[in-house]
């Protein structure tokens, strides 16, 4: 960060002080409860979050996205998209370091401007890690049922999917 960032924030703060000091807010005390609050935020979501990076590490370690990714190769290329970039789509919902691992493995392999590295990295910059925002987002507030919402998301991140490889086909082929 340059200066002027470091400046700009240090003024935000002291105005965050000044402000709350004319409100008569007890700074010290309303900084103490909001630390206590995250600290059981945090000890409500570990089990959830535990749970989910188990079943991460599951999946990853027992080669089925590989196994996936052959399974459905013929029908992939006959629409377009490359099988390659199968296990970057498996992962992608679930874990964040596992699909930043199976990008880079993507990319190291066939190289960032193939088809499949363009894919991949359209992939990567326009899906998110759909389970582990809700059971985040839902698990701080304490919401257990989710109704549509992983739906609606799987959907969004199946979009994304194919659309990146109907996006490389279009500007790049």
Do not use: W
Not at 112 to 132: H, K, L, N, V
């Amino acid at each position: 960060m340059d200066k002027l960032g470091t400046y700009a924030l240090l003024l935000f703060i002291a105005g965050i002080f000044i402000f709350a000091l004319f409100r008569r807010v007890p700074v010290f005390d309303t900084f103490l409860n909001g630390a206590k609050s995250g600290i059981e935020t945090a000890v409500r979501l570990l089990p959830a979050l535990t749970a989910l990076l188990f079943s991460v590490g599951l999946l990853t370690a027992s080669g089925l996205p590989d196994a996936f990714a052959k399974l459905l190769s013929p029908l992939l290329q006959k629409i377009g998209f490359p099988p390659e970039v199968l296990p970057l789509c498996l992962l992608s919902p679930f874990s964040g370091s596992g699909s930043l691992s199976a990008f880079q493995t993507i990319l190291e392999t066939y190289g960032p401007d193939s088809a499949i590295g363009r894919t991949a990295s359209i992939i990567a910059g326009s899906t998110e890690t759909t389970f582990y925002a809700i059971t985040v987002y839902y698990g701080a507030v304490g919401i257990k049922k989710t109704r549509h919402t992983l739906a609606a998301a799987m959907c969004a991140d199946f979009t994304s999917f194919l659309l990146a490889g109907v996006l490389v086909r279009l500007f790049f082929d």
